[in-house]
């Protein structure tokens, strides 16, 4: 089974394990959110990509869901102890070699997707991880604070202010030149299934789906999303603050609207959330909170189950073959009677000219 999964961070590599886990033998591609980029210290830093890399490959500290584990900071330190900014941003000595090889690559011409490939080659997910687009975009936020309005990094946002000042805004720069990188495009049209895993609907989710035509192309597969608000509540991390940013609400219901038919063709709730109803989508209820590998496993064969039913069931059979009536023998020689008699007629016709 091909299937094509888009991914944010946390949320989306955990999901992605347990979809590995249930469905081992099928041949993955992960379609991964660059929006979260960023230059620190003179290098390219890709969130959302090294945490479904690390994660899936064994790599990833397990109690915060980014980062690498067994790590250090002495690095940080040091770049803190020469007063270098920022110092908001949680870079290890581990992480720190991968965004070296990126940028390193970055700068010597090669396109982000080739730079994911090679860093995958050292971690074996066992998943083709794609960025959404090798053209540079980031997500940046409006908001208004002592400073006045003014739009500041994604990052800065999320990780130094927590969202804790509104965002008025959120734009993601450089979308309206970006095109898919090599892949994604040919994924999603071999795809016998597409699964939207409970990232942030905003700015992982909504930021692959700003990339112009992949929308488009994920409108005429099966696509199976998994709500990530469950009861009203992210099931992590403030997807609440960016919703309220482009005036949706918090709800099961308000996210699916938001993705929409013909996007989304089945949608998976939690069951506190069973009413959630919208007209061309069928709705699962299933629990859906991530406890660990086998729960994730969980949601994401529940997920499948409901694309292959859909599937199914969108797939009219051909008609019927019929067989071409055998004439019986009075027809045959009714026929042959016919054909001589025409052609004597025909001959006549000829002698009298």
């Not at 999901?15 to 033998?25: E, N, S």
Request: aromatic letters at 4%; one cysteine or more.
């Amino acid at each position: 089974m091909r299937i094509v999964s888009l991914a944010g961070g946390i949320g989306g590599a955990r999901f992605l394990r347990g979809l590995l886990t249930t469905a081992p033998d099928s041949e993955i591609t992960v379609i991964g959110n660059t929006g979260d980029d960023i230059s620190l210290y003179g290098l390219r830093v890709c969130p959302d990509l090294d945490t479904v890399m690390y994660t899936l490959g064994g790599g990833i500290d397990e109690e915060q869901g980014w980062g690498r584990r067994q790590e250090s900071h002495v690095v940080k330190e040091e770049l803190a102890a020469y007063g270098v900014e920022p110092q908001w941003f949680g870079l290890g000595d581990r992480d720190f070699a991968t965004h070296i090889v990126r940028t390193q690559m970055l700068d010597a011409g090669y396109p982000l997707s080739a730079v994911t490939e090679a860093l995958c080659a050292r971690w074996q997910p066992g998943v083709r991880l794609i960025p959404m687009s090798d053209d540079r975009t980031e997500t940046h936020v409006v908001v208004s604070d002592e400073r006045g309005r003014r739009a500041i990094h994604f990052q800065e946002w999320w990780v130094r202010l927590r969202a804790s000042v509104p965002a008025e805004q959120i734009i993601l720069v450089g979308a309206d030149e970006a095109s898919p990188a090599p892949g994604v495009l040919e994924a999603i049209a071999a795809a016998d299934a597409v699964i939207l895993p409970p990232s942030n609907p905003v700015v992982s989710i909504g930021t692959i789906l700003q990339i112009k035509g992949i929308r488009e192309a994920l409108e005429g597969k099966t696509v199976v999303g998994v709500s990530p608000i469950v009861g009203g509540a992210p099931v992590r991390g403030m997807a609440d603050a960016c919703l309220a940013a482009i005036g949706v609400e918090t709800t099961a219901q308000a996210v699916l609207e938001l993705y929409g038919s013909p996007l989304v063709d089945g949608w998976l709730v939690a069951e506190e959330d069973a009413g959630v109803a919208l007209d061309g989508v069928d709705v699962e209820a299933r629990p859906l909170i991530m406890h660990d590998v086998e729960s994730a496993a969980a949601i994401a064969r529940a997920a499948l189950d409901l694309a292959a039913r859909l599937a199914s069931r969108n797939t009219e059979p051909p008609p019927p073959y019929e067989e071409s009536p055998t004439p019986s023998a009075r027809e045959a020689r009714e026929t042959r009677e016919a054909r001589e008699a025409r052609e004597a007629r025909e001959a006549r016709e000829e002698g009298a000219r």
